[in-house]
């Protein structure tokens, strides 16, 4: 019983390059949310999906970033330009209804050199 | 906006022994949850806890337990007969839905 998977694990990009980072959710769960590890910092929250749709980006920063959950494959946060202050631990969590239990993948860690 | 304080950034505890690491947080609602998590070198965020505001009872698994202080909010958790595989950082979460709202985390170090 996999649980979430998150690929790659380690990213590294060129300044204004763009960075695709993946999420398949575990078997079951339609519900998606990325958060974001800064050094030394907590998760934030960056956005909240279902299937198609996207329920709540509230916390991703308003240009360059952009996700998706497609009705086939897997959940996609995408990092146009990306600059330096981008490093990050980038983390995905699904869960089986909206406020149920999310259980978290093990991070894409994102290097902007 | 919910914010979530752990005021201790690391901390450690000698193999076999207990620890207990504070949390607050600030809501105004009456309902929400509680967890902790901890975050090994491999950064896996793992569950390790979690509380339902509105029971009074403190939540328990294993050696881990919480001290619950709702009119305080306050959430410690205390890790009782320390491993050194309890290593880690620990962050305290708080949610009334499902955006999760963390702490800046703690630190454990376990000595031998």
């Known amino acids: 019983n996999a649980g979430v998977m998150q690929n790659p694990r380690h990213l590294v990009r060129r300044r204004g390059q763009e960075a695709r980072l993946r999420c398949s959710p575990m078997k079951g769960h339609s519900h998606v949310y990325w958060y974001r590890q800064l050094p030394e910092e907590g998760l934030k929250f960056m956005v909240y999906l279902q299937k198609e749709n996207i329920i709540d980006e509230s916390g991703m920063p308003k240009e360059r970033f952009s996700a998706e959950f497609p009705k086939e494959g897997p959940s996609i946060l995408r990092i146009q330009q990306v600059v330096r202050g981008d490093s990050a631990a980038y983390f995905c969590?699904?869960?089986?209804?909206?406020?149920?239990?999310?259980?978290f993948g093990p991070g894409t860690r994102l290097t902007v050199l | 906006a919910q914010t979530v304080t752990q005021s201790q950034p690391e901390m450690s505890v000698q193999e076999a022994e207990t620890v207990t690491l504070s949390c607050t947080y600030d809501t105004s609602e009456s309902d929400y949850y509680l967890f902790w998590y901890k975050q090994p070198p491999s950064r896996q965020m793992i569950l390790v806890i979690r509380q339902e505001a509105y029971k009074q009872q403190n939540a328990t698994e294993n050696r881990f337990s919480v001290n619950f202080q709702k009119a305080a909010k306050s959430f410690s958790l205390k890790i009782s007969d320390s491993q050194l595989g309890d290593a880690a950082m620990y962050f305290c979460?708080?949610?009334?839905?499902?955006?999760?709202?963390f702490g800046k985390g703690t630190k454990l170090s376990v000595i031998p």
């Open positions: 969590a699904s869960s089986v209804i909206r406020d149920a239990e999310q259980f």
């Open positions: 979460a708080e949610t009334m839905s499902y955006q999760l709202t």
